[in-house]
């Protein structure tokens, strides 16, 4: 082989590289981001994000994403790289890196504390997640008398409808929040953050909690989780404009505080937390999703 | 729970990304199979009936090309790009992430089984639809699209396509079998959701940053007057982008608004958001684009304050 037939042919590769290099770099954004898409669904992090009965849609979507980046990776156009080709590309990648950075911090808010482990390790049930810990017995009984076991946005969902058949005597887990105007009244919150469909539409639930004698609202700091064996009273006369006194959103959520009722709580036990701290499924009739 | 702003930021920037993918990669796929598998004069034969006929059509086609607004613009270039006329194109745009089965259900589930919300929720889309449908309708395609992002620097030689090549380089727009079409369609199907997806994510940021740093109190302080309620969740809709698939849950979770208001969000929000605004800005020229964002908003407005006032929904 001669000196210029080599340097031809070195040429000639060059510039059908340089040909298809836009269309690469699209594939490769396609590549990366259905990579991404489906690496989330499997993995035990998706609920961060999206509800988990969305896990096989993104994982689908995400294969496909992979699927159509093989055409311009493998068998690249010539084209030229034009500014929208190359805002486009430059966005992807971007985004790219808010997503991996989101997941990381889910990561490391999952991991248990102080541990400061990352292991977005892909998780077998992904998307039977939030169910994984459904208690044995729905229907306890503390003191005879029998509660009904169900999660704060089914409770919330049914006030909110006006529906006077909820359960009278109810047990929910719930993160505390305290505020300090509230808690002159001898108030906490309890919230959890429902989830409809992703992290944008979820909304932090709360409703306003009081102790009776032997429950142990009072020594509740922030941030704990409980359960609260209790049953709703309505707000009435002076505690009836408490829910404005309410702090705003400090999470992804928008914060809601139950204006009509507040839990009235008989019981009430410290627990180590909800596995998964959001709510993504919301049922109006027994057995409640909890 | 406790994530600072920027934590929440990314993560909501994410979720809507990830949520709406699915669903604009749906309507990329459909654009594609539609520019690879199906021949112009099946769609071209709607431009001779008239245009009552076509915006008709346009309005109800939803119900058999279920999409959200998240995938629509795509799929509706690549109809105009194969010969649909304007007025059933555009009216399918508008209504179509409305009045389709997905959402009117998740309407349904949401507002608890009244059906006056998702028979108002589908006639206030249909209204300002029909009515940009009917300004556009008369429109020729030329003066009426850009060239696609991919396209920008070539000539105009009036193939829709967005695959971003030299038009030189062999390229059938004919129909195909359905096993040789298939990388075509999967080639067109990547760099279609390309093209959108930079307007879906810009759109994500913004609705994120205003998730993450805008407080929530102002809410409170405008949903007692009907005249900001109306005004205020119009914009809310536009800001926070929520995909008409989700949105109802939204809607519902505001019951401190009045109806006629929370009717507003759910008709403006699948016609114009953070994500739909860029989106039509790059696929129409400047005079329809902003007929396209107009006119809906003020349409909107009026019939929505005007239920208020009549008392017609409360």
């Known amino acids: ?290 | 729970m406790d994530q600072s702003a920027f934590s929440i930021f990314a993560a909501i920037v994410s979720s809507i990304v990830l949520e709406a993918s699915p669903f604009l990669l749906l309507g990329s796929l459909l654009s594609a199979v539609l520019a690879v598998y199906v021949g112009d004069g099946a769609l071209t034969r709607l431009s001779r009936r008239g245009l009552p006929a076509q915006i008709g059509m346009g309005l109800v086609a939803g119900l058999i090309l279920p999409t959200c607004e998240c995938g629509v613009v795509p799929v509706t270039r690549r109809l105009l790009n194969k010969g649909v006329p304007p007025g059933a194109a555009v009216s399918f745009m508008l209504a179509a992430p409305v009045v389709n089965p997905v959402c009117l259900a998740a309407t349904w589930v949401a507002f608890q089984g009244d059906w006056r919300m998702v028979a108002w929720r589908a006639a206030l889309v249909m209204v300002p639809a029909a009515a940009v449908a009917w300004v556009l309708g008369g429109t020729q395609r030329a003066d009426l699209l850009r060239p696609t992002l991919a396209m920008a620097n070539q000539s105009d030689n009036g193939c829709g396509c967005a695959c971003g090549h030299e038009h030189e380089a062999q390229h059938d727009h004919g129909r195909h079998g359905f096993l040789r079409g298939l990388p075509e369609v999967l080639r067109l199907t990547g760099l279609e959701f390309l093209d959108m997806a930079l307007f879906l994510i810009a759109g994500a940021l913004a609705a994120g940053a205003f998730k993450a740093f805008l407080p929530q109190s102002w809410l409170g302080l405008v949903s007692g007057n009907l005249w900001l309620a109306v005004p205020a969740l119009m914009l809310l809709a536009v800001l926070i982008s929520i995909c008409s698939e989700a949105d109802a849950f939204v809607a519902a979770s505001l019951s401190m608004f009045p109806r006629p208001a929370l009717l507003a969000f759910l008709t403006l929000g699948p016609m114009l958001d953070l994500k739909l605004m860029p989106a039509f800005l790059s696929v129409f020229k400047r005079r329809p684009a902003l007929v396209v964002i107009t006119l809906p908003a003020l349409t909107i407005f009026v019939l929505c304050i005007s239920l208020g006032l009549t008392g017609v929904i409360r």
């Open chain 1, 1 to 290: 082989m001669s000196a210029s037939t080599l340097h031809d042919g070195r040429t000639g590769w060059y510039a059908s590289f340089r040909a298809g290099l836009p269309d690469r770099l699209d594939g490769l954004c396609l590549l990366g981001l259905g990579a991404f898409m489906a690496a989330l669904a499997r993995s035990r992090l998706y609920w961060n994000f999206l509800n988990p009965k969305f896990s096989h849609l993104t994982l689908t979507a995400g294969a496909l994403l992979c699927l159509a980046a093989l055409p311009p990776l493998l068998r690249p156009r010539p084209g030229r790289e034009t500014p929208g080709r190359l805002a486009r590309q430059t966005f992807l990648a971007l985004f790219l890196a808010l997503a991996v950075l989101a997941w990381r911090d889910a990561a490391l808010e999952s991991a248990p504390s102080g541990s400061g482990a990352f292991d977005p390790a892909p998780h077998a049930d992904a998307a039977a997640a939030p169910n994984a810990d459904v208690p044995v017995d729905l229907n306890p009984v503390v003191g005879n008398v029998p509660y009904v076991r169900l999660n704060l946005a089914e409770l919330y969902i049914m006030v909110d409808k006006g529906r006077k058949d909820y359960p009278a005597h109810f047990a929910l887990r719930a993160e505390v929040m305290r505020a300090p105007r509230l808690g002159e009244h001898g108030y906490v919150l309890l919230r959890r953050v429902a989830v409809v469909c992703c992290l944008a539409d979820s909304l932090d639930l709360r409703f306003l909690t009081r102790g009776q004698a032997g429950a142990e609202v009072d020594t509740l700091k922030d941030g704990d989780w409980v359960e609260v064996y209790g049953r709703l009273e309505a707000l009435k006369g002076a505690d009836a404009g408490l829910p404005k006194l309410a702090p705003r959103g400090e999470g992804p959520g928008l914060a809601i505080t139950n204006p009509k009722f507040r839990i009235q709580a008989e019981h009430v036990e410290r627990i180590k937390g909800a596995d998964f701290p959001y709510l993504f499924e919301f049922r109006e009739k027994e057995p409640f999703a909890w």
